[in-house]
DNA sequence: GTATAATCGAGACGGTACGTCCCGTCTTAGT
DNA sequence: ACTAAGACGGGACGTACCGTCTCGATTATAC
């Protein structure tokens, strides 16, 4: 819940403490017991608040856990607002995509975030939420930086960035959902590898 | 969901009616109320049956889901044991494409694919029987309308076979499983002429 | 329930307005949904009052809702301060005792009397307060009417006015309070002419 | 619920393990706490038992209370059909007002009794069952002891029996549930003494 | 006439209990 | 042997209130 008036009732009075509270114990929780047996219940005690509380400004587990995760994401690195920009988009994706790979294969990232994905599978309204506020600035950092090969003449003009962000970034987070495969450096740099050959003019 | 439905040759004293009834209990309910609220008492009540002979037989809801699932796609098709092969690869993956894009659209599969797929994610033993059970065989189908394109000549002898699977489906599951874009035919022609565009010789 | 509400002299910064609106929300609420179900968040929601401010003048509610009663009985009646004194007791007796019934069957007097009754049989604190605030009044003006008797000869001198008193009235209110039976003018003559033969020199 | 096709749904099932715990944890609770803090929760944990299993046989923490007391008063005793009758009403009646003030002054019976009977000033449908299961077996042995002092003469033939069960024990009900007065066996001679020479031939 | 402090409405907070839904296990009767 | 039925101990749900606790925004003396 970083953006205050978006969902925030009335953020006037609200308990900074009990918030960040709230956020810890659902992390903590979801990595002790999985997100099937996490409960807004469990996630109350442990953070030694009321469950109104919780109701009061989360409609669900999952809304809490994603602002959970994106106050992690946030509190991690300093909201890094481009992808690498080397002049090589080839390495620069490589890298990048490995660097996806690590993250994704880190506990403390996997189990929220498959949980997550797999909660906007179901709630349209939750989808519509992550797809606002995770997807769509995360998607318009990678057009961006594509935009930029564009500009080098590496791309070309009228690429559909949009299409080639999913071709691109689409069967590494099937794999990884979906666990058809291994997750190595080498699958990123033979996906990029074979993608690029495609979009290249 | 132990026994593959078409032969189950030593389940002797067990009620096919039974059987089908919960089955079809399960998908009416996972369409009418979600996979969420989607209970085994629910199916058990709505079957007339007791809740106990559903333990008997299915570890889960997920397990009855998808076994309930299974006998749909099979009743609907006869199993289509391979893709169209018309000499023309492209053609042939739009057509599929196209028709995958259908079925996923038809709120009779959406809704119980989409919770099964939801589901697969947490659990690996799920997830694990699922490829068994569904991934495998369609990539082998996928698979062998490649290989036949490699003899043609249209992609290259030394393709990784699995990788071009993904690619090729990878991007199409994640827009339909995140919403993070529409279904439509000119997606999918989009899509297999960008990535055949990378894959060929 | 503080200060007896005719006088208030150092209430002096407290909100005449407020304590209407409570008492009379208290009065209505208690009639809608019974004692039960009746709530302090609920009477301050309906007097359009903050929680603090009942809190701060009463301490339970049973303690608004007696007041509340307090006030109600005063509005409607001026506080008589005597039983009628025909010179003929059991005429006199007779005529209250119908009264009595009148009132009880009255709803608007029915259901928080009864409330009120009932919470004083757990709690000893308000119940010393109900008996000085509400039955030794009311016992002194019975017993009041009685001595009058003895002095016309209509009763014995060493007459034990307490238990008189009790016998004349705890019939009834026990008939009231548990439903034992109907309440009709013929039960108070009936009960009257009994408890008087009884009693006579 | 000692009766079983009265008020058990299904008693066949009904485990009687369970329902002997629930009620005695509900005996030692309301012994505790009082009967404004006894909870069904409460309840069921010290039974060590599932709430459903409460709500499934009860309608609400009175009715178990009341089945609980019930139960109580038929262990200890052997139901005493009748009163005593020696011949001499008024010493058999000081006798039984007596007992009565001793019971009512053991706390054992005095907490959950008051309890109970502040709780059917409410609720009419429990009043109903608590007149027909414990009043009316208790007014009709009190009658029948009337009615041996009516066929001895010592009553007039044409006595209304109900009402004079009424003036013997509601002052004395009253006074216990109000504490109106103190519960001594002098007072339950002096009740029985003027009572009764009221309602001598 | 202004300051100033008690009181006000509003409502968030940590809690307890509610009554309900299901879980997965179990027992009973019926076929 | 398997079934329909459903009671059982248990966990969590989402809601209603509890009594306490800030928040500004009035008021209504006492300066």
């Known amino acids: 819940m970083a953006q205050p008036p978006a969902t925030r009732p009335n953020a006037s009075r609200r308990s900074e403490r009990s918030r960040r509270a709230i956020l810890a114990a659902a992390l903590d929780l979801v990595g002790e017991v999985g997100y099937a ?3 807004i219940e469990g996630i109350a005690a442990r953070a030694g608040v009321g469950k109104q509380t919780i109701y009061r400004w989360w409609p669900s587990k999952g809304a809490v856990l994603f602002d959970a995760i994106l106050a992690l994401s946030e509190d991690a690195e300093g909201r890094p607002a481009a992808l690498p920009d080397s002049g090589d988009l ?5 890298q990048v995509m490995r660097a996806t790979i690590e993250e994704l294969s880190d506990p403390r990232f996997d189990e ?3 949980a997550l994905t797999a909660e906007r599978m179901h709630d349209p309204v ?8 995770l997807d769509e600035p ?5 057009k961006e930086r594509l935009r930029s090969a564009q500009r080098a003449g590496q791309l070309p003009e009228d690429l559909d960035l949009d299409l080639a962000v999913e071709l691109i970034w689409g069967p590494l987070l099937n794999r990884w ?13 033979a996906l990029v590898e074979a993608v690029l050959r495609g979009l290249r003019p």
Request: proline content about 8%.
């Open 126 to 133: 939750l989808a519509a939420d992550h797809a606002e506020r």
């Open 90 to 94: 080839e390495a620069d994706l490589k």
């Open 37 to 39: 047996r996490l409960s």
């Open 177 to 189: 959902l979906l666990r058809s495969g291994p997750l190595t450096p080498g699958y990123a740099d």
């Open 112 to 114: 929220p975030l498959r």
């Open 138 to 142: 995360m998607t318009e950092i990678k």
